[in-house]
């Protein structure tokens, strides 16, 4: 039997990366393949075609994909800043603005230089961030997995790589009024 220790991604999780895809594909011996086609070229061609449907994803455009995989696309949804009952705000889901955290913790404590000295005070503030530039909403990538055909579709993860992120944050900043689906 194979070993599958190939297939380990992170944490131990399984992933079956497009070395492995490739190899399944082009080099087994009992299948009849017309196409010869090098791990190189395999390769650009892959990056090519997911460079250009993230790109239009970013546009706002909904990839359906093949073989009822399910739709990605991008969604956005503003976040509601929560209170308990004696009026303290509830941290869950908020994400803490440390540049601007630490420049409150030294307007209040001058005699700290490193980050390191901020820990012998307890119960500073946090500044978290409210994306007051888009009206308060935030846009995430969206696995819609409702139609798919796969069993066990739940153990399944998309990862998208920081250079998407990244260029949908610069997208959003070009145009702050830009608008993405609520659902799909």
Known sequence: MASLTH?????GV???GLYTNYRKRFT???WKCDASVHYQQW???CKAFNQRKMESVIKGYIFNMPFRLGSLGIVQYKKKIKFD???KLLYRGLVP???KTYKLW???HPDCITKKDFKQYKNKQIVFRTNEHTDGRIFKFHWKKKYCNIKNISAYELVIPPQYKKALGRKIYENTNIQYCTKF
């Open 7 to 11: 297939l380990s991604g992170k944490a």
């Open 14 to 16: 399984l992933s079956y």
């Open 28 to 30: 087994r011996k009992d």
């Open 43 to 45: 390769l650009r061609i």
């Open 85 to 87: 009952e004696n009026g």
């Open 97 to 99: 603005d440390w540049a």
């Open 106 to 108: 030294k307007e209040e």
